[in-house]
């Protein structure tokens, strides 16, 4: 069974640019959710997708934004690059049964993006 | 709104010592707890977790209890490896429709041989 697996591992970007990051889900997940962790800070949500449609979203603007594919990969796409927005970013996925009580996530190892 | 607050960190302890890392928590509804582990150069991995007030869980020597009346989901270790070095973080999620997973800002935990 593979897990989830993020590409790139690492990207520099400079501000106003555009960046996407990449998202396998593990073999039988149908859920893919995003978050934002800045240096010694915790995970923050930003949002997820399920069945292919944005199915909850965090606190951030509409420039981060996202997609999921048939086959429930993910991509990430933040538009403007802003100096905040260097942080490592998590993909998490999971499998959706609307009458479980919770959804257990597992992370992918990460995107380090580093915004000059 | 949905919140954790965690101990600050970091914490330093000798192998083989007793381990206590604080979490309470504030939540709409009735959350789910976890605590996830970080280690460097990784994502999360799921340590434990307790669906409901009053359950346990435990893995790797590793417990933490649901406290309802004191909102709070304290994670302990009776013996701290060198190997358990990493920064600890524990969440919350809670019914609805993404459940998605509300993190306190992390405890890094040293252990010295």
């Known amino acids: 069974e593979t897990g989830v697996t993020q590409s790139p591992t690492h990207l520099i970007k400079t501000r106003g640019q555009q960046v996407t990051l990449r998202c396998s889900s593990q073999s039988g997940h149908n859920t893919v959710s995003w978050y934002q962790q800045a240096l010694g800070q915790g995970p923050q949500f930003i949002f997820q997708?399920?069945?292919?449609?944005?199915?909850g979203r965090g606190n951030f603007p509409p420039r981060f934004s996202g997609l999921q594919f048939p086959n429930y990969s993910s991509e990430l796409n933040v538009n403007a690059l802003e100096l905040d927005d260097s942080a490592l970013y998590l993909c998490?996925?999971?499998?959706?049964?609307?009458?479980?009580?919770?959804?257990?996530?597992?992370f992918g190892p990460g995107t380090r993006l580093t915004v000059l | 709104g949905n919140s954790v607050t965690q101990m600050e960190g970091p914490v330093t302890l000798s192998e083989e010592a007793f381990l206590t890392i604080n979490c309470t928590y504030t939540?709409?509804?009735?959350?789910?707890l976890f605590w996830y582990v970080q280690y460097p150069g990784e994502g999360l991995q799921l340590l434990l977790k307790?669906?409901?007030?009053?359950d346990k869980g435990s893995n790797k020597g590793f417990e933490a209890t649901y406290r309802k009346e004191t909102t709070s989901f304290h994670l302990e270790k009776g013996s701290v490896q060198v190997s358990d070095s990493a920064v600890y973080f524990c969440?919350?999620?809670?019914?609805?429709?993404?459940?998605?997973?509300?993190f306190g800002s992390g405890t890094q935990l040293t252990v010295l041989p």
């Open positions: 998490a996925s999971s499998y959706k049964d609307r009458g479980s009580s919770y959804n257990e996530q597992f």
């Open positions: 969440a919350l999620s809670v019914a609805g429709s993404a459940r998605q997973l509300t």
């Open positions: 939540a709409t509804g009735y959350p789910s």
């Open positions: 997708y399920y069945r292919e449609e944005e199915n």
């Open positions: 307790a669906t409901k007030a009053d």
